[in-house]
Nanobody, 120 residues
């Protein structure tokens, strides 16, 4: 069974930084695209950033130049370095990955989410 587990959320002041981590576990053959999404209270889940297996990245305009996504294929992990945080970045952040399990068909998996709160 494939699982994605996030960590690193918490409380930050405006202008501060946080680093999110997400690690995949289970019977995995390969992981292609990995990414981060977020959902603020009363709003729909939205795309934040993604990264291909070869390191090509894509960002939402709202976080471009402030957030940086990276991954470690050997550790099956993806990271989100968040800087210059704003109160509007407050949300539950979800890790997402397209996984090729060893025994079932490939599909997207989601983590359980980690809360990020930006407040003074």
């Amino acid at each position: 069974q494939v699982q994605l587990v996030e960590s690193g959320g918490g409380l930050a002041q405006p202008g501060g930084s946080l680093r999110l981590s997400c690690a995949a576990s289970g019977s995995i053959y390969r992981i292609d695209n990995m990414g981060w999404y977020r959902q603020a209270p009363g709003k729909q889940r939205e795309f934040v950033a993604s990264i291909t297996r070869t390191g090509n990245t894509n960002y939402a305009d709202s976080v471009k130049d402030r957030f940086a996504i990276s991954r470690d294929n050997a550790k099956r992990a993806v990271y989100l370095q968040m800087s210059s945080l704003k109160p509007e970045d407050t949300a539950v952040y979800y890790c997402n990955a397209f996984v090729y399990p060893t025994t079932t068909t490939p599909t997207y998996y989601w983590g359980q989410g980690t809360q990020v709160t930006v407040s003074s």
